[in-house]
């Protein structure tokens, strides 16, 4: 079992930066995939990017390629999302998650442990 905490959110203009960081204990955290998700009021939890345990691969949604960077450091037990050119739609409370499967997901439902989230509030 693992346990995931983030941090990192808060309010920011658009065209600004934030980056989360998801700090993990528990069990081994090179034996999970992780991924990152976020969910807006009245909205579906939805994918926003993950990484493979070695952190190898990396997919992310088309609504933040090319803006968004998800990186992991296994020595610290943590994964980051680098967030540039925020836009007022990217607010929404961001989770991080573990998922032991054998690669990268985009399906919420195939993570086994979450985070309580950070909240992240874009201004336009």
């Known amino acids: 079992q693992v346990q995931l905490v983030e941090s990192g959110g808060g309010l920011v203009q658009a065209g600004g930066s934030l980056r989360l960081s998801c700090a993990a204990s528990?069990?081994?955290?090179?034996?999970?995939?992780m991924g990152w998700f976020r969910q807006a009021p009245g909205k579906e939890r939805e994918f926003v990017a993950g990484?493979?345990?070695?952190?190898?691969?990396?997919r992310y949604a088309d609504s933040v390629k090319g803006r968004f960077t998800i990186s992991r450091d296994n020595a610290k037990n943590t994964v980051y999302l680098q967030m540039n050119s925020l836009k007022p739609e990217d607010t929404a409370v961001y989770y991080c998650?573990?998922?032991?499967?054998?690669?990268?997901?985009?399906?919420?439902?195939?993570?086994?442990?979450w985070g309580q989230g950070t909240q992240v509030t874009v201004s336009s």
């Open positions: 998650a573990a998922d032991e499967g054998y690669s990268v997901s985009a399906y919420y439902s195939r993570y086994d442990y």
């Open positions: 990484i493979s345990r070695s952190g190898s691969g990396t």
């Open positions: 528990g069990r081994t955290f090179s034996s999970y995939n």
